[in-house]
């Protein structure tokens, strides 16, 4: 099918742009994905951190109906396609679950136009339709049509495909999820390797008519640069919620968000030895409430394991417990209580002694997320 110009952005089909976050579930969160050509040649493909399709009404073989009519893709004003929440959600709810309509390796030597349009080639007319359904940004509609329709394939892949695994994929259902900023966001998608399938979480209680919001990349930065990343790449000035405070509290925002992101980058001198148990906790502690006054919940299940990777290692029982309890909870929101990280999670709450980390450094009661150090 030939591809039909479409405006990124507005309405019909839908202009879409995802770019999951890595996040930093999988490890995360998402955050900016690099479609690396081999030949020295990089091809700038933000993947957005984790995703998936489900409940949707968009009836195709690659979206699955997991929780009834749980949302809608509909056109919104102003963003194309987006998702909407056709009941109440509950927080951790799976919304998508979904494999790969295009999947392709994050390095390739060849063209990436190239490849796409030889992935094309394999799928059946309704897959190729659904390809063609999706939106992208970034081709001038003014181009002789030879070459707008050369250009589409790649445009569509770029504006909606993320990192699953080592490779890069497309999964059109979740591909509707429009972007939102910090605290904005309420669903988040991670990749299964072992399944080939892409999830999508409630990470927050959903109400009936409000949009499904995913982070296309990670948003702990001031609102400039979101804004400016937004539009170099997505090709949108982004008005979300977070993006939308007022001038005064748009700046506290930033603060916060430019604080989580130090401490989170600070977290790994623990193990260069340049922090000792007690401040890594802390660090976590801090990166904790940070995200409880700025709204910004994602990753939890990830910084936990981080605090329960620093527990054990100084052998402290009472710190793993609590942190993996912690833990368990998060992922099970973020990832789903099946996910790798939640299961891993389970067995170090269940016996402490058994995670790799324990007892590789001096003893010492770190404390858990309570703050406490009693101990053992
Ligand atoms: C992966 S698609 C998302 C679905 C897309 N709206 C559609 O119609 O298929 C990404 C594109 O959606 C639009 N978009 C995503 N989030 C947006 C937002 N918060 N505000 C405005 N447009 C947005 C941009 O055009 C972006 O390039």
């Not at 900016?32 to 020295?40: C, E, G, I, M, P």
């Not at 056109?75 to 929440?85: Q, S």
């Not at 989170?264 to 890594?280: H, I, N, T, V, Y």
């Not at 990753?299 to 993996?324: E, M, T």
């Amino acid at each position: 099918m030939a591809p039909k110009r479409r405006a990124a952005g507005h309405s019909q089909t839908t202009p879409a742009g995802n770019e999951k976050l890595l996040q930093s579930t999988t490890t995360r969160t998402v955050a900016t994905f690099l479609f690396t050509l081999v030949a020295a040649v990089i091809l700038g493909i933000f993947l957005r951190p984790t995703a998936q399709p489900g409940n949707s009404h968009e009836d195709s073989p690659h979206s699955r109906l997991l929780s009834e009519h749980a949302f809608v893709v509909r056109d919104l004003p102003g963003r194309g396609k987006g998702a909407i929440a056709a009941r109440d959600i509950q927080q951790g709810e799976l919304l998508v679950r979904e494999p790969p309509l295009v999947l392709l390796p994050s390095a390739v030597t060849a063209s990436p136009n190239q490849l796409i349009v030889e992935a094309l080639s394999r799928l059946s007319p309704e897959g190729v339709e659904i390809f063609y359904n999706l939106s992208y940004v970034r081709v001038p509609e003014n181009l002789p049509p030879a070459q707008f329709a050369e250009r589409v394939p790649l445009a569509i892949f770029e504006t909606n495909a993320v990192a699953a695994g080592s490779n890069v994929g497309l999964f059109p259902t979740m591909a509707r999820l429009n972007h939102g900023c910090s605290h904005s966001f309420n669903s988040v998608y991670s990749w299964r390797e072992t399944e080939g399938v892409l999830t999508v979480h409630a990470l927050k209680a959903i109400k009936k008519g409000e949009e499904l919001l995913t982070a296309y990349f990670d948003t702990r930065r001031p609102r400039h640069e979101r804004r400016q990343h937004l539009k170099q790449v997505y090709d949108f000035h982004c008005t979300c919620p977070s993006c939308a405070l007022p001038d005064k509290q748009s700046r506290v925002s930033d603060a916060r968000l430019v604080k989580m992101s130090g401490l989170q980058a600070k977290l790994p001198s623990w193990a260069e030895g340049k922090l000792d148990g007690r401040d890594a906790i802390q660090v976590v502690r801090e990166l904790w409430s940070l995200g409880d006054a700025e709204g910004y919940t994602s990753g939890r299940g990830r910084l936990a394991a981080d605090a329960v990777y620093v527990a054990a290692a100084h052998s402290d029982r009472h710190g793993v417990i609590g942190w993996a309890e912690l833990g368990v909870k998060w992922a099970t929101y973020e990832l789903g209580g099946d996910s790798e990280l939640a299961e891993e999670l389970r067995r170090t709450a269940a016996e402490p002694s058994s995670h790799p980390m324990w007892g590789r450094q001096a003893s010492m009661q770190v404390g858990g997320p309570d703050g406490s150090a009693t101990a053992a």
